[in-house]
């Protein structure tokens, strides 16, 4: 069993990619591909860097929310372990009010970011609507079978949220239809939502009450991969990942028969497959990281981001002037210039620049010790 003051490489690596690829890598890496093509990249290279239309083939792109609440339930195993070694006989208690603390702070960056929150403006304002809304309500739902059940009950509540979750989809009639409709705003999930939500919503697609039981059940298999690293050895924690991924996938293509696979409401289908996606990645970062081999000094570059996850996420994703994310603000001032005397080459010096910029930051407080938690 690993001992509890002792960060585990992978975990923190795998956030710091997908953190990464959030923070501009992924735009950065667009450029670069398209310098080597020489022009326009072919597209089934450039929809990699889009999110799917509805119901259209899965892309890597859409693998980053998925990995950011799956890699949420990889930590919860070590840090709730922690907290009942610290907290004596009422750690349950404590550790529940640090948890509703946590998904309230969530709550509210969620709204910070795209929300409108700091707008002031309730016509505007959007209540749960955020990739950090759908992580507090899978900490939440993830936190109860962590304070209250062992692995099996932890391994039980994955299966009977996306069970519950593909019933209730599949089967419950709604506003005069039939259950089973997977239709852009016209499905069980999103008329839950304009039930509940009435204005406050954002206008998208995208569901989130109701879907909570799926991020619920992704944060679940995160548990569960945390628990595999915390409690077998190394060779046996990557072999049981991997085994776990590739069922997932199998499940996911069965399944895709009856439920389609839909981001924007994260149906059962896109939970299994996302989730088979992260736990074969997990076990491959587990190999490379976490077993004393020198490919574990990958994971330097990325410790940045995966030690200052919120702090990174925000100042990408928060808005800024004119509409652009804020840290966009930070960077175009500085760099813009350089940019527009290099060419074709300028978007990728801008991006790199960038990029590197946010890195130097990050860095300079991973090394001071320096972390945003909430």
Same mark, same amino acid.
């Given at each position: 069993m690993r001992t509890m003051n002792k960060r585990i490489t992978?975990? =923190?690596?795998?956030?710091?990619? =997908?953190?990464? &690829?959030?923070?501009? %890598?992924?735009?950065?890496?667009?450029?670069?591909?398209?310098?080597?093509?020489?022009?326009?990249?072919?597209? /089934?290279?450039?929809?990699?860097? !889009?999110?799917?239309?509805? @119901?259209?083939?899965?892309?890597? #792109?859409?693998?980053?929310?998925?990995?950011?609440?799956?890699?949420?339930?990889?930590?919860?195993?070590?840090?709730?372990?922690?907290?009942?070694?610290?907290? %004596?006989?009422?750690?349950? #208690?404590?550790?529940? &009010?640090?948890?509703?603390?946590?998904?309230?702070?969530?709550?509210? &960056?969620?709204?910070?970011?795209?929300?409108?929150? &700091?707008?002031?403006?309730? /016509?505007?304002?959007?209540?749960?609507?955020? !990739?950090?809304h759908a992580i507090a309500a899978g900490y939440l739902i993830s936190a109860l079978f962590l304070l209250w059940g062992g692995v099996r009950t932890q391994a039980a509540g994955c299966i009977c949220c996306l069970a519950l979750y593909w019933?209730?989809? $599949?089967?419950?009639?709604? =506003?005069?239809?039939? @259950?089973?409709?997977?239709?852009? +705003? =016209?499905?069980?999930?999103?008329?839950?939502?304009? !039930?509940?939500? %009435? $204005?406050?919503?954002?206008?998208?697609? +995208?569901? #989130?009450?109701?879907?909570?039981?799926a991020f619920g059940g992704l944060t679940l298999m995160g548990v569960l991969g945390g628990q595999c690293l915390r409690l077998l050895r190394p060779a046996g924690a990557a072999c049981s990942l991997a085994l776990a991924g590739a069922a997932c996938l199998g499940a996911a293509l069965l399944l895709e028969a009856d439920t389609p696979l839909i981001k924007h409401l994260f149906t059962t289908t896109m939970v299994l497959w996302s989730g088979g996606w992260c736990l074969l990645l997990l076990a491959a970062f587990h190999l490379l990281c976490d077993t004393g081999l020198p490919t574990a000094r990958i994971s330097m570059p990325l410790r940045a981001f995966g030690t200052n996850t919120i702090l990174? +996420? *925000?100042? /990408?994703? *928060?808005?800024?002037?004119? %509409?652009?994310p804020f840290w966009w603000g930070i960077a175009q001032p500085l760099f813009s210039g350089l940019a527009a005397q290099c060419g074709e080459c300028g978007p990728a010096v801008f991006h790199g620049l960038s990029f590197l910029l946010l890195w130097g930051l990050l860095e300079l407080l991973r090394r001071r010790g320096i972390m945003l938690r909430v």
């Open positions: 992978s975990i =923190d690596t795998l956030r710091g990619l =997908d953190m990464a &690829l959030l923070a501009g %890598g992924a735009e950065l890496l667009r450029e670069l591909l398209q310098l080597a093509w020489g022009g326009e990249l072919p597209q /089934a290279v450039a929809q990699q860097f !889009t999110h799917a239309d509805w @119901g259209g083939a899965f892309t890597c #792109w859409d693998m980053v929310m998925p990995l950011f609440i799956f890699i949420v339930g990889c930590s919860m195993p070590f840090a709730f372990a922690k907290y009942r070694e610290k907290g %004596g006989a009422r750690w349950r #208690w404590c550790t529940a &009010l640090r948890v509703l603390r946590r998904v309230v702070v969530l709550f509210l &960056l969620g709204m910070v970011v795209q929300g409108h929150l &700091l707008g002031f403006d309730t /016509a505007h304002m959007s209540l749960f609507c955020n !990739t950090l019933a209730a989809m $599949r089967f419950i009639p709604y =506003d005069g239809h039939e @259950g089973g409709r997977f239709l852009p +705003y =016209d499905n069980l999930a999103r008329y839950i939502d304009c !039930t509940l939500q %009435g $204005r406050w919503q954002d206008g998208t697609p +995208y569901t #989130w009450i109701l879907s909570s039981l990174a +996420y *925000m100042l /990408a994703e *928060m808005p800024g002037v004119g %509409g652009h």
